[in-house]
Every structure is written in C-alpha cells, then in structure tokens.
C-alpha cells in the first residue's frame, strides 16, 4: 500500500520560515493535500492540489511537490500556526486516501 | 456555504454496530462532482480514511481494506445525508470519527482528491 512519511515534529521560532515535508514514491506525480489541525478541532485545508491555497488561508502559508516529496512551507511564522499538520494523497491504484503520520509544529 | 453535521452515539458495545449519520447542508449528496467521506482518528492510527459514497450516474462505494469487510457507506438523497455502519467493533476501533467532503477530479489525468469540507467530529468509545 502507498505511504507517506512526515517528521513528527518540527520546531520554529515567530517570524522564522517553518518547513515541513511529506515524502512518499513518486509523490510529485500525484496531487498533495495540507491540512492543519489545532487540539480538539478538525483538520482545515490549507494547501490543496500542491500549491492552492483555499480563500481565507493566509499567504504565509505554500506548498511544493515535486520528486518524492511535498513541503508545506509557512514564511513569518505566528504563534497561531502551532498545530499538527497532515499531507494527504489520493492513490488511484488503489483507489484510496493516504494520510501521513502528522508532524506537530511548535512554534517556540 | 457547505456545512456538515455529525450525529450518532459516543459509546458502543463491543460486537455491536456502530452507526453516525453525516448530513449535509449547502451541497447535495447527489453531487456529480463531490465524495461523501469517513475518516477517524486515534493516537495509534492517526488520521485513517475509512469509505466513501459518490454519485456519477449511480452510486458508488470505495472502502479501506483495513475495515472493508466491515463497513458499509449509504446515502440518504431524502434527507440529504449519509451514514456510516461499522460492525463487530472493538475497542480497536475507539476513535474520533469525522465525515467530509471531497472535491474529485483530474487535472492532465493527475487525480486530486481534496477534504475541504469536514464534520465536528464524534468521539466513540468502544466499551462494555
């Protein structure tokens, strides 16, 4: 079954660039999804089809795929941005969603 | 805008069914060009996608391997909504449940397949 790998955790400091990736076999041939999620909520997209951003979501917030990785970057960090953020695939081959494992950002 | 409501019980005994009901509001199941979706999370399992329901013409159904002999996705085009059943549970299947929609297609036959649209969530306890 298709996988896709975050670190489990990143750190940054307010206004720093913060950076997270999801890597999985030839992610770059298919469409990457981010969704960030703060305790107790549900997730809400923030990148979708690698690089879209859905209206409401601050421009700090981009996406890249390409190789086997997507990175969702978040330029000028804010404290508000602490959550967990999840990529999200779409595998044809098998017809089913693949989520990473999560990668908490803490914003120090 | 599209709004999703979660309802059903937050405890279910082992080897029941567990049933949630999603309905949808500002969208139509019916929808030729959305997904119906359930996902669940759990410290052990992080965010699992269980099923879906779509329309194209007629309805459809995908599930994940995980609980495919288990689960069942209907749509409900009376009341607008759909539901998830899930038999013989476990305490494996303690979770927090989400539905959601997904907006599904193809851009130079790349698939993409975007949730943007999500539930509040229900916490089911598997317990006696």
Known sequence: ?108 | QVQLQQSGPGLVKPSQTLSLTCAISGDSVSSNSAAWNWIRQSPSRGLEWLGRTYYRSKWYNDYAVSVKSRITINPDTSKNQFSLHLDSVTPEDTAVYYCARAKWGSWDATAYYDMDVWGQGTTVTVSS
């Open chain 1, 1 to 108: 079954s298709y996988e896709l790998t975050q670190p489990p955790s990143v750190s940054v400091s307010p206004g720093q660039t913060a950076s997270i990736t999801c890597s999985g076999d030839k992610l770059g041939d298919k469409y990457a999804c981010w969704y960030q999620q703060r305790p107790g909520q549900s997730p809400v997209v923030v990148i979708y089809q690698d690089d879209k951003r859905p209206s409401g979501i601050p421009e700090r917030f981009s996406g890249s795929n390409s190789g086997n990785t997507a990175t969702l970057t978040i330029s000028g960090t804010q404290a508000m941005d602490e959550a967990d953020y999840y990529c999200q695939a779409w595998d044809s081959s098998t017809v089913h969603v693949v989520f990473g494992g999560g990668t908490k950002l803490t914003v120090l």
